[in-house]
T-cell receptor, first 114, second 117 residues
Framework: DGGITQSPKYLFRKEGQNVTLSCEQN?????MYWYRQDPGQGLRLIYY???????QKGDIAEGYSVSREKKESFPLTVTSAQKNPTAFYLC?????????????FGAGSRLTVL | AQTVTQSQPEMSVQEAETVTLSCTYD???????LFWYKQPPSRQMILVIR??????QNATENRFSVNFQKAAKSFSLKISDSQLGDAAMYFC??????????????FGTGTRLQVTL
């Protein structure tokens, strides 16, 4: 079945360490997204990419980096510059940048900083 | 910038009853899309229903329907015959159609729905 795979599901990090969250999709979708979810704040956009080798900052990009070297992959690196990285991270994709195409989400990754 | 507001952090409904979740949004665009997503305890985001702004008819999906009031910029979700499996966080989301807004969804802060026996 087609879908989005996020890994790891749970991740623990020490302060000062960079960590990379994986997001892979086999839906042949063009656009991919990373959202951060905190209690009471809904989903906030970190980065998005509409095509390979191109990506744009979302609303809360500081302390994060991404790459889009392959259509099916959009990894997110949480750097040591991110001051409060403990959160639930959701990756999503969509078949086109226009229209009412529905965002498909992965199951999420929970990052905890110790 | 587009904003989405959900003013009810928590709601409760008895099984088999009807509940309405509120959502308002702010935009200067005339054409756009609105969505309701459900996030159960598994945290998997699931699309419940969507509405195109150019359509006057309210969208319906089985027990779920919306009341779309374009002039008031209101997009409420009605759940009829509530079931225990409806217990979840519900997010309202907006997607525009012009450059910059068409590429991403903006979400509200969510409403946690509890279903009681």
């Amino acid at each position: 079945d087609g879908g989005i795979t996020q890994s790891p599901k749970y991740l623990f990090r020490k302060e000062g360490q960079n960590v990379t969250l994986s997001c892979e999709q086999n839906l042949n979708h063009d656009a991919m997204y990373w959202y951060r979810q905190d209690p009471g704040q809904g989903l906030r956009l970190i980065y998005y990419s509409q095509i390979v080798n191109d990506f744009q900052k979302g609303d809360i990009a500081e302390g994060y980096s991404v790459s889009r070297e392959k259509k099916e992959s959009f990894p997110l690196t949480v750097t040591s510059a991110q001051k409060n990285p403990t959160a639930f991270y959701l990756c999503a994709s969509i078949s086109g940048a226009e229209g009412a195409n529905v965002l498909t989400f992965g199951a999420g990754s929970r990052l905890t900083v110790l | 910038a587009q904003t989405v507001t959900q003013s009810q952090p928590e709601m409760s409904v008895q099984e088999a009853e009807t509940v309405t979740l509120s959502c308002t949004y702010d935009t200067s665009e005339s054409d756009y899309y609105l969505f309701w997503y459900k996030q159960p305890p598994s945290r998997q985001m699931i699309l419940v229903i969507r509405q195109e702004a150019y359509k006057q008819q309210n969208a319906t999906e089985n027990r779920f329907s919306v009341n779309f009031q374009k002039a008031a910029k209101s997009f409420s979700l009605k759940i009829s015959d509530s079931q225990l499996g409806d217990a979840a966080m519900y997010f309202c989301a907006y997607r525009g159609t012009i450059a910059g807004t068409a590429s991403k969804l903006t979400f509200g802060t969510g409403t946690r729905l509890q279903v009681t026996l």
